[in-house]
C-alpha cells in the first residue's frame, strides 16, 4: 500500500493547498475587491456632484466639460445628445461620436448578457456621460504653429448620412485657425478591428509640430472580481520584440505605471471575454503608461503619445492607428496577429503560464466541436485523446499497483518479522521490491504530470469566449458556468436558493461518484489516517468542484469513468483481482465485535 499511500498524501496536500487558497487569499482578497468598489462608486458620486466643468485636450485623460459635469446620465441620453455617424456591422452595433471622434457607443452584436436568446447584446463601450463609461479616442498634443487641435472637445463634420460598415469607411474633417486640415477616414472590418487615418494638410504659413496620441478610458472595474487564474486589467506588448505586460487595477490604482519609450507593439485594457487595445503605427516610437486619474470622474486609462511631427508649410502627413474592440475570439485574434503583423496579439487572451499546453488544447476542443457540435461532447472526445497521449504512463502506473497488491501478502509477513525493526522493514522492504521490479513512487508520476493539462483545461473552459453560453446536453446551457442544480433545493424543486459553499450539482455529485469507484478499485488502507482520507477524499473534491465551470467537471467524471476501465483492463492483464464490488461490500459488511 506504500504507492497508494504517497498517491492520497500528493491528492491531500493538493487539498489542503487549495482550500488554504481559498479561505485565507481568495475570499479575503474578493472581499476588499467588493468594499473597494462600492467606496469607489461612493466617491465618485460626491465628486460628480462637486467637480466643474474642465476642458483639456491633452492626453492627461481630462474629459470634456459635458462629460465631466454629469456622470450620471443615461445611456440612451448620453448617445443622443450630440451628433453621430452610425455604425452598423455582421458583429457590432453602434455609433461614433462626432465630439472628439471617439468610439463610445458600441454593442457586440453576436453576445447576450445571459443564455437567454432574449436578454440585451452584451455593451461593451459607453459614453463619458454615462457611471459606466469606457471609450477609445485619438487625437493631437499641439506643438509650435499647430493651432486647436483635435482633441476631446473637437466637433468633427461627417458627411450627410454617413454610416460605418465592413464595406462603406466614413470620412470626418477639421480645419483649426492655423491653417491645418485634419482628415480622418474610419474604416471597419467584419468583426472587431477599426483602421484610423489621420491625413494632416499644413496650409498655413509656417511650419507646424504636433504629436498623435490614444487613450482607452473607462470609469470602472468590472463588476465581478477576477481570480488568481485569470487577468482582468492593463496589458500589451511594447515593442516589436517585446513581451506581454500586464498590470491589475489594484497595482494602477496605488501608482500609475509609465512604460518605457518603444516602437511596435500595442496596449489596451482587457475583460474576461472582451477587450480594448491600440496598436499604433508600427514604425513610430512611443511613450505609454497606465493610469488611475482621481481628478474630476475617477477613472483607469491606458494611453501613449508619439514622437512630435513636424509638417512644413504646404505639407502634409498621415498617421495610421488600429483599434482593437470586441470579443475575444481565437480565430479572429490570431487572424489579426498573422495579416497585420501585430506582435504577440494572441496574449491578450490569458493562456496561463501552460501557454505551449493551452492553446493546442483549445484548438483540438474547437476541432471536435466542429466536427460534432457541441463543445460538451469536444470535451468528451478531447479527454480521450489525452488518455491516450497519457496511456504508457498510466500503464506503469497500474501495472506498479497491480504489482503492489500481487506482493501484498510478502509486504505483510515482512511487517510481522520486522514488528520490531523498523530500520530493518524498511531495508527488507526495498530489497523486495528491487527483487519484483517494482518502483514504489512510479504511480505517482501520472498524477504530477497530468496536473498541468489538468489546469491547462480549466483555462480553456474558464477564459475562451467559445466555451461562454456554450450548450452540452439537458440543463447545462453554459460549460463555463457552475451546474445550476442544487441538492439543498432538490434540484429545483424546492422555491429557495442555496448558498454558494453548499452549491452542489448533479455532475458534480456524478463527478464524486466516479471518484469514490476510482478509489474503491484498491483495499482500504489499513492505516486509519489514511483509511480516513480514502474515504473522505471525493467527499471533499465534490464540494469543492460544486462551484467549478460544469465543463471542467464534465471532464473530471468522464476522465475518472474511463480510468477506472483503464485500470480493470490492466489488472485483469497482470492476474490481478479486481476488487471493487469485493471492496463495496466490505464497507456495508458489519465488523465482528470483539470479544471479551
Not at 55 to 71: E, H, I, K, R, Y
Not at 561 to 588: C, D, P, W, Y
Amino acid at each position: 500500500m506504500q504507492n497508494n499511500r504517497n498517491y492520497f498524501i500528493a491528492i491531500a496536500l493538493s487539498v489542503v493547498i487549495v482550500l488554504a487558497w481559498q479561505f485565507f487569499y481568495m475570499n479575503p482578497r474578493i472581499e476588499a475587491q467588493r468594499q473597494a468598489q462600492e467606496a469607489q462608486i461612493a466617491q465618485q458620486q460626491a465628486e460628480a456632484e462637486q467637480q466643474a466643468a474642465t476642458p483639456a485636450a491633452t492626453v492627461d485623460g481630462s474629459l470634456p466639460a459635458s462629460a465631466a459635469a454629469n456622470p450620471e446620465a443615461s445611456r440612451e441620453a448620453a448617445v443622443a445628445k450630440t451628433a453621430r455617424v452610425a455604425i452598423e456591422t455582421q458583429d457590432l452595433a453602434g455609433s461614433i461620436n462626432l465630439t472628439g471622434g471617439r468610439l463610445d457607443d458600441l454593442k457586440l452584436r453576436a453576445y447576450r448578457e445571459t443564455v437567454d436568446p432574449t436578454s440585451p447584446i452584451v455593451t461593451l463601450f459607453n459614453p463619458a456621460e454615462t457611471r459606466d463609461a469606457y471609450f477609445a479616442e485619438l487625437g493631437f498634443i499641439a506643438g509650435e504653429n499647430a493651432g486647436s487641435v483635435p482633441g476631446p472637445n473637437t466637433v468633427w463634420t461627417a458627411t450627410a448620412g454617413a454610416k460605418l460598415t465592413e464595406k462603406t469607411p466614413v470620412t470626418l474633417t477639421f480645419t483649426n485657425e492655423a491653417g491645418l486640415t485634419f482628415t480622418r477616414t474610419i474604416a471597419v472590418d467584419e468583426h472587431y478591428m477599426f483602421t484610423i487615418e489621420d491625413q494632416i494638410v499644413n496650409n498655413g504659413m509656417a511650419t507646424a509640430s504636433l504629436a498623435p496620441y490614444g487613450r482607452i478610458t473607462r470609469y470602472n472595474k468590472p463588476s465581478t472580481p477576477s481570480i488568481f487564474v485569470l487577468h482582468e486589467g492593463f496589458l500589451g506588448v511594447l515593442g516589436a520584440e517585446g513581451s506581454l505586460v500586464e498590470h491589475d487595477y489594484t497595482d494602477v490604482e496605488e501608482e500609475a505605471i509609465a512604460n518605457a519609450k518603444a516602437t511596435g507593439g500595442w496596449l489596451g485594457i482587457t475583460d474576461k471575454y472582451w477587450a480594448a487595445s491600440l496598436i499604433p503605427q508600427q514604425t513610430l516610437p512611443y511613450e505609454s503608461r497606465f493610469s488611475h486619474f482621481t481628478d474630476g470622474q475617477a477613472r483607469f486609462q491606458a494611453d501613449y503619445k508619439n514622437d512630435a511631427v513636424s509638417i512644413p508649410a504646404g505639407q502634409s502627413t498621415t498617421v495610421k492607428t488600429l483599434l482593437f474592440a470586441g470579443a475575444k475570439q481565437v480565430p479572429v485574434i490570431d487572424s489579426y496577429q498573422e495579416s497585420l503583423g501585430i506582435p504577440k496579439f494572441d496574449l491578450m487572451i490569458d493562456w496561463g503560464w501552460f501557454y505551449f499546453i493551452t492553446k493546442p488544447m483549445f484548438h483540438l476542443m474547437d476541432y471536435f466541436f466542429h466536427l460534432v457540435g457541441n463543445f460538451g461532447v469536444a470535451i468528451l472526445l478531447t479527454t480521450i485523446v489525452v488518455k491516450l497521449l497519457f496511456f504508457p504512463l498510466a500503464n506503469k502506473q497500474y501495472a506498479s499497483m497491480a504489482n503492489m497488491k500481487r506482493v501484498q501478502p510478502k509486504l505483510e509477513e515482512l511487517k510481522t518479522k520486522y514488528a520490531d525493526d523498523r530500520m530493518g522493514l524498511q531495508q527488507a522492504m526495498m530489497a523486495l521490491y528491487k527483487e519484483e521490479k517494482i518502483n514504489p513512487v512510479a504511480g505517482c508520476w501520472p498524477v504530477l504530470l497530468q496536473i498541468p493539462v489538468f489546469f491547462a483545461l480549466y483555462k480553456v473552459i474558464y477564459v475562451t469566449i467559445e466555451m461562454r453560453h456554450a450548450p452540452f446536453f439537458g440543463w447545462i446551457q453554459d460549460l463555463s458556468a457552475p451546474d445550476p442544480t442544487t441538492f439543498i433545493n432538490l434540484f429545483g424543486l424546492l422555491p429557495f436558493e442555496a448558498p454558494t459553499f453548499l452549491h452542489l450539482g448533479v455532475w458534480p455529485i456524478i463527478m464524486g461518484v466516479t471518484m469514490w469507484l476510482q478509489m474503491r478499485m484498491n483495499p482500504t488502507p489499513p492505516d486509519p489516517t489514511q483509511a480516513m482520507l480514502f474515504n473522505w477524499m471525493p467527499v471533499i473534491f465534490t464540494f469543492m468542484l460544486g462551484t467549478f465551470p460544469a465543463g471542467l467537471v464534465i471532464y473530471w467524471a468522464w476522465n475518472n469513468t474511463l480510468s477506472i476501465l483503464q485500470q480493470a483492463l490492466i489488472m485483469k492483464r497482470h492476474g490481478v483481482e479486481i476488487e471493487l464490488f469485493k471492496n463495496i461490500g466490505n464497507m456495508f459488511r458489519r465488523k465482528p465485535t470483539a470479544t471479551k
